[in-house]
């Protein structure tokens, strides 16, 4: 399925320290998004897509909520559009977007950081989103459902099963998708703090899974996912979608590989406003040997070459078109520990059971 990030502003109300976006103050109006239905046969004739799932990004996108209305039915009309959603941080949420997004059926994905949003998320003006976050829990599980996207950066050490006890038991989440900030900003230090830490979040999904608690940490189900796949299917030529399988259309009608390229303004791919094709840029991401983690060097003679996928695209290629040392060295705890979890818990019904249902959905 062909993915497109439509960046619908690029301004939000939180200042995250990890945030690859800049907060530029750029909106996008509906001339612009139309721009994108009506000129995506190119895209079709340059990707080779039939179908594509449309993310409402940003920024943040409940910012622009008037063109999530006004386009929404466009996308419902469109026999391409399979899918679409809002990947948000909801402290924008009311009623009325409830139950517009209730009403048509809009898939949310719900992006909080727990006690680190104390620090890692303040709200612009600096001061902490926390407590706001706490007087608007009720109406953010409305939509939030049972699921949230949760960063883990350096900071976050020290906290990682307290945060997790809290996701768990304050807000009634089940699947909390801890996911690592895969960018050059791990020392040493913090990965052998973030080694001798994680055998603690491990053995907490053991006992969620031995107490009967339907809880599975995303670290888990991504790189045991990730292993199962590899070896049934291949190792996947893409350690992202960026360029290949998938675009960031940005406010200024311009697509970019991702929204990261994007609000850098870096490798434009197609500017629909001029209807200017960048084919040096397109052949690039198409070709993709260069960052293609099949091809690197650093992985060929790594155990979890088969399913590992290397990272972030676009940190990768300020690195010289290399993975990121630390960055492998996270991959290499968190695959080892992925298996430690499986072997302690291989015959429990549940927990495979939760596993294989996740595996149906891909």
């Known amino acids: 399925m062909f993915i497109i990030e439509s960046v619908i502003t690029e301004k939000c109300n939180l200042g995250c320290t990890y945030c690859y976006m800049h907060n ?5 109006e509906i001339p612009t998004f139309q721009m994108l239905l009506d000129k995506l046969n190119i895209l079709q004739d340059l990707y080779h897509f039939d179908e594509y799932h449309l993310d409402y990004f940003g920024g943040e996108p409940l910012l ?52 680190w949003n ?3 998320r303040p709200l612009r003006s600096g001061k902490s989103s926390l407590s706001l976050y706490e007087k608007k829990k009720d109406i953010i599980k409305q939509i939030a459902g049972k699921h949230c996207k949760t960063m883990v950066s350096p ?43 994680i055998r603690d979040v491990s053995n907490l999904q053991i ?4 107490d009967n608690k339907p ?48 609000t850098n303004r870096e ?41 590992c996928n290397a990272g972030c695209t676009y940190s990768q290629m300020k690195n010289d078109n290399r993975p990121i040392k630390n960055v492998c060295k996270l991959f290499d705890i968190l695959y080892n520990e992925s298996f430690y979890v499986f072997n302690q818990l291989k015959y429990n019904k549940q927990f495979i059971g939760m596993l294989t249902s996740k595996l149906k959905e891909i």
């Not at 530029?24 to 996008?28: E, F, I």
């Not at 009309?77 to 009623?95: M, P, T, V, Y």
């Not at 996912?225 to 350690?239: E, Q, S």
């Not at 629909?272 to 060097?297: A, C, Q, R, S, T």
């Open 24 to 28: 530029n103050p750029t909106t996008m």
């Open 64 to 115: 622009n909520f008037k063109l999530i209305e006004q386009t929404v039915p466009l996308l419902k009309q469109d026999i391409r559009c399979k899918s679409f959603s809002i990947i948000s941080n909801l402290l924008e949420l009311d009623d009325y977007n409830i139950d517009f997004i209730k009403s048509n059926n809009i898939t949310v994905s719900f992006s909080f950081d727990g006690l």
């Open 118 to 120: 104390e620090y890692n």
């Open 155 to 197: 900071t976050s050490l020290g906290t990682l099963v307290a945060n997790i006890k809290y996701l768990v038991s304050d807000w009634g989440l089940t699947s909390p998708d801890l996911t690592i900030v895969r960018d050059d900003i791990w020392t040493d230090d913090d990965v052998e703090h973030f080694r001798e830490e």
């Open 207 to 210: 006992e969620y899974i031995k």
């Open 215 to 262: 809880v599975m940490i995303g670290f888990y189900q991504l790189y045991l996912l990730d292993m199962f796949i590899g070896y049934k299917y291949n190792k996947r030529d893409t350690g992202c979608f960026a360029g290949k399988k998938g675009m960031a259309y940005m406010p200024n009608g311009i697509c970019y590989p991702c929204a990261r390229f994007g």
């Open 267 to 307: 490798y434009p791919i197609y500017d629909l406003v001029n209807g200017i094709i960048y084919k040096d840029n397109y052949n690039m991401f198409i070709d993709y040997k260069f960052h293609n983690p099949k091809f690197f060097d650093d992985c060929l003679n790594c155990v979890y070459y088969q399913g």
